[in-house]
């Protein structure tokens, strides 16, 4: 298969690549895709160093799929010029989320929602991924009716800009700023831009996608804070269930959930944390503990590699779900 990466050179786009590579996505033509900055560059693909082209010469190239991850301004301006061409494409960014006609998907949760006619696939947003995975097999077991989050999130969710400040207030350098305040040594309690609501739109982001994922009945409240963490976002979430559940059955259920790592075992000091989720494509859950001041409510702790299931390796895996139940088309042949 043709595929392009668009963002190629970005820090999601580079994991694209990555994530590719090991699972042996069948790529028969890699197709790199950045601005006009990044003129001249390549990227490196199976040991061959591939030339960054621009969006013109990819869809010219006729991919079959492309994994979008380069804002989503450019997302609303070219996936659908790539679509028109019958390439399937699969979008990082919150262009495309929330539009009825176009399906959100973590492939372990819905992924029965895909069919051949889907032509732009939204991938959820990185902690509205790592929650659903874990919340999912427990919405089957107990009922999720409630659910209270509060996010730690690293830099490397902000892109390039994030990263490369913390390292010069790290190191003591002058540079631009991705934050309106340092984040080295600092929280900051907003990701995204706020909106009249006084909620940030990444916390809008995940009430409004996990109930479109997982079921509309379900209420969700969050707070999404940014932390000095390079990589992997942590979230300490408090569950309200319509049934009775028994903690060793919430384990059990966890434990047989795909993609789901049970880390739980406290007096051991195993639960999970950025540094041990960092580069794995599992979802680590533990912490897990009753809320005692209310009935059928549980509290856990859910951590994953925001570059990888919460966002490369999601996105990977639906196209992968696509080629496994025949729902690419093949492309139109040009005149
Ligand atoms: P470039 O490197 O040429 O700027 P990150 O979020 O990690 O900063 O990455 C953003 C990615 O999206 C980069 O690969 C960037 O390319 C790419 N990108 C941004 N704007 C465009 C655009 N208008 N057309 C194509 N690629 C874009």
Redesign the pocket.
């Known amino acids: 298969m043709k595929v392009a990466v ?8 580079g994991v694209m690549l990555k994530v590719l590579e090991e699972r042996d996505f069948p790529v028969e033509e890699l197709l790199p ?3 006009e ?2 003129a001249g560059r390549t990227v490196v693909f199976k040991g061959k160093e591939i030339p960054v082209m621009s ?1 013109e010469a990819a869809i010219a190239a006729r991919p079959d799929i492309a994994l979008f ?3 989503g301004a ?1 997302s609303l301006e070219w996936a659908p010029r790539f679509a028109e061409m019958d390439c399937t494409v699969i979008d990082n960014s919150s262009a495309w989320r929330m539009r009825a006609d176009r399906p959100l998907v973590v492939p372990e949760v819905n992924g029965h929602v895909l069919s051949a006619n889907d032509r732009i696939i939204a991938n959820p947003n990185c902690s509205t991924i790592q929650m659903v995975m874990a919340l999912a097999p427990l919405h089957k077991a107990y009922g999720v009716q409630r659910v209270i989050v509060s996010t730690y999130q690293a830099v490397t969710g902000t ?3 994030a990263v490369r400040q913390m390292e010069n207030e790290r190191n003591g350098t002058e540079g631009e700023m991705a934050y309106p305040f340092p984040i080295d040594r600092n929280v900051i309690p907003r990701c995204d831009a706020f909106i009249e609501n006084g909620y940030t739109k990444e916390e809008m982001k995940l009430v409004n996608e996990t109930r479109k994922i997982l079921d509309p009945s379900i209420r969700v409240t969050a707070t999404a804070v940014r932390v000095p963490v390079t990589g992997g976002h942590s979230e300490a979430v408090n569950v309200e269930f319509e049934r009775e559940f028994d903690l060793e059955d919430v384990r059990r259920v966890l434990r047989e959930a795909p993609g789901i790592v049970l880390q739980d075992d406290p007096a051991k000091d195993v639960y999970p944390m950025p540094l041990t989720a960092h580069d794995r494509d599992a979802v680590f859950v533990g912490r897990l503990r009753r809320d005692e001041t209310q009935p059928r409510t549980l509290n856990l702790w859910i951590v994953a590699d925001n570059l990888r299931k919460g966002a490369a390796t999601n996105a990977v895996q639906i196209a992968e779900h696509l080629v496994r139940h025949g729902l690419l088309k093949p492309r139109k042949v040009s005149a």
């Open positions: 668009v963002g190629a050179t970005g820090l999601v786009g895709v950045a601005s900055r990044s969006m991850s380069a804002g450019t892109g390039m800009k």
